[in-house]
């Protein structure tokens, strides 16, 4: 199906034209925006007018002129200081939704990146044995987003859910394990929950031998000695710590309505082999330097106390390998073998510092060229709704699961007030729908590097900017489609519109541009901000518009319904994309 061609494109590539007409050894931008004053306003005439020495409301009118008014631009006229405001032909406007209402590909005519990348997007990395918090949670949510969007695109991405799996903690927690056979069922026999209370009790039984017991400590500290030099029965016992912890992974995955594919989990182990040799020409390029017996590297910018260089450690003074060897070991194979072109990690930003000496190490080895883009989307903390950082009244961290547990909740007790027929399944169903989008959605909406608050009262309102909200007005669609019977939706060019399906045509052409420029600067919140405004728009047309209450003439309710069902499916696209359903009723 052919891709459409967005109204900005149009009027924006007239306009260059127009400008280059008036001003031909000048290039401009035209700089248009959509404005209150008109459909479109153009701001670019002053640079060019002062580029071209020129008076701007002069040639303002001379670029007029160069314009031909007809089939897209209905209306243009000089404001201001040397403002173009620009009206679309009706016309124009059903004419081009039309297009995209036809097209059958499921991307409402959005066409494909012309040259995409390959992103290579870390996110969702949980950490072996270990409970997932709310920050695992954002990461999750985040990455996911920003796929979707990615993908939606053109570009190619590839998923690694770098997964905290090795580490001297093994040692301690393997050790027990021999000591205590049968502590952990075999990952087969049991669900996520049975999992991660098995691994909280190993883990906190070792923890306790291991700071009691110096003759413990010992042997746990061999072990990781063992573990390191690929001892086959140590490996198998770790094995287990991680087949277990997948089990209980993928449950809360699962609850976060998300699809991790296995092949993806590779995590901070799956470097193991290439470490040395990561050291190793580190070292023979001089990138990284001895220094009281552990290779490092430093960086003239980045200090710490007392003025004192803070330096990356590639390998410790005892020949170990930590995270920061995993991760420049990662950025090879991600470079050199699965070819990226854009190295994306959703972190926490308190992890930014370690991301930026990877980053310069890795630069300065050559292994990140000119060609390859890396990045850390450093998210913010999560905070409770008094503003203070996220605890339960224990003061101990909250359960990632109980957190989405209680969104759940709270969402079948608004999804039961308002849907008084339906059956205590299907509550429940729509109560997961709600409730995940819901925690998704308050997540997206906040721009990212901010720290934001996990208010469940205010994730589940019906008002406001919530994912709620996006959800009932998609739904209520739905019902008017029902309802409309054999006036079925289509759309009638030659009609007039009204302010209102002007305003909403409008914002729904720019569906494409928006998930083109939030994809590009990383920002799933320019995505939330469109689809609130998209409901909003469509609230006030079906305010002012009756679609079939009062009747309207036929062609005006088939035009109207199709207003309706393009918004429908611009609003499903859209949250879709972020990871969020639209039920069809709620
Ligand atoms: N597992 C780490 C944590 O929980 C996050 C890993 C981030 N990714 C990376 N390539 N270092 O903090």
Redesign the pocket.
């Known amino acids: 199906m052919a891709s459409v061609t967005s109204l900005t494109d149009l009027v924006s590539k007239q306009l260059t034209s127009a400008l280059s007409a008036a001003r031909p050894e000048t290039s401009a931008d035209p700089l248009l925006r959509r404005s209150d004053r008109a459909d479109f306003q153009a701001n670019g005439i002053l640079a060019l007018a002062k580029k071209a020495k020129a008076n701007p409301r002069e040639l303002a009118t001379e670029v007029v002129s160069h314009l031909t008014t007809g089939d897209v631009i209905k209306d243009v006229e000089v404001s201001g200081p040397g403002f173009l405001n620009i009206t679309i032909a009706d016309r124009a406007i059903t004419g081009n939704l039309a297009a995209r209402y036809a097209d059958d590909t499921d991307r409402l005519g959005v066409p494909l990146a012309a040259e995409p990348g390959t992103t290579v997007i870390?996110y969702a990395?949980?950490?072996v044995a270990k409970e997932m918090h709310v920050g695992?949670l954002r990461s999750a949510v985040i990455g996911d987003a920003l796929r979707g969007m990615l993908d939606f695109t053109g570009e190619k991405t590839i998923g690694r859910h770098?997964?905290?799996d090795w580490g001297t903690q093994f040692g301690m927690l393997i050790q027990y394990l021999l000591e205590h056979p049968g502590e952990l069922r075999p990952a087969s026999e049991v669900d996520g929950e049975q999992a991660m209370s098995n691994l909280n009790r190993v883990y906190k039984a070792s923890r306790a031998l291991f700071d009691a017991d110096e003759e413990f400590k010992e042997r746990a500290r061999k072990r990781v000695v063992a573990l390191q030099s690929g001892d086959k029965e140590t490996l198998e016992l770790w094995q287990q710590f991680v087949d277990e912890s997948k089990v209980y992974f993928y449950s809360v995955f699962e609850k976060l309505d998300m699809e991790i594919r296995d092949d993806e989990i590779v995590g901070e182990s799956a470097y193991n082999e290439g470490m040395p040799e990561t050291a190793r020409m580190l070292e023979e390029m001089g990138v990284a330097v001895r220094s009281e017996g552990a290779l490092v590297v430093f960086f003239d910018d980045i200090r710490g106390k007392d003025d004192q260089p803070v330096p990356l450690i590639v390998q410790k003074a005892d020949g170990g390998f930590g995270?920061a060897a995993s991760?420049l070991t990662?950025i090879r194979n991600r470079v050199f073998d699965l070819r990226a072109t854009t190295l994306l990690?959703v972190?926490?930003v308190r992890?930014s510092l370690h991301f930026k000496m990877v980053f310069e190490t890795a630069r300065r080895a050559g292994w990140l060229g000119d060609d390859v883009t890396a990045h850390n989307m450093g998210y913010g903390t999560v905070l409770g709704a008094d503003g203070k950082p996220f605890k339960t009244r224990e003061g101990e961290t909250v359960r990632l699961e109980d957190l989405l547990d209680e969104a759940v909740q709270r969402a079948a007790e608004v999804v039961r007030e308002k849907a008084r027929d339906l059956t205590e399944d299907e509550i429940q169903e729509r109560a997961a729908q709600v409730g995940i989008g819901a925690v998704k959605y308050a997540d997206l909406s906040t721009s990212p590097n901010r720290d934001y608050k996990f208010d469940l009262d205010q994730m589940v309102s019906l008002n406001g900017d919530t994912s709620v909200y996006l959800q009932y007005a998609y739904a209520r669609i739905q019902s008017i489609l029902r309802k409309a019977g054999d006036v079925r939706p289509a759309a009638h060019e030659e009609l007039e519109l009204h302010e209102a399906e002007r305003a909403l045509g409008l914002h729904l052409d720019a569906f494409g541009d928006t998930v083109f420029e939030a994809a590009a600067e990383y920002a799933p919140h320019k995505l939330t901000a469109y689809l609130y405004q998209l409901a909003s728009l469509y609230t006030s047309f079906y305010d002012k518009c009756p679609v079939i209450k009062p009747q309207p003439p036929r062609d005006v309710a088939e035009n109207r319904l199709f207003l309706c069902d393009l918004t429908a499916r611009t609003l499903t696209k859209g949250m879709a994309l972020l990871g969020i359903r639209t039920p069809e009723r709620l």
């Open positions: 870390d990395q949980p950490n695992h770098h997964i905290g995270y991760d990662a990690y972190v926490d992890q």
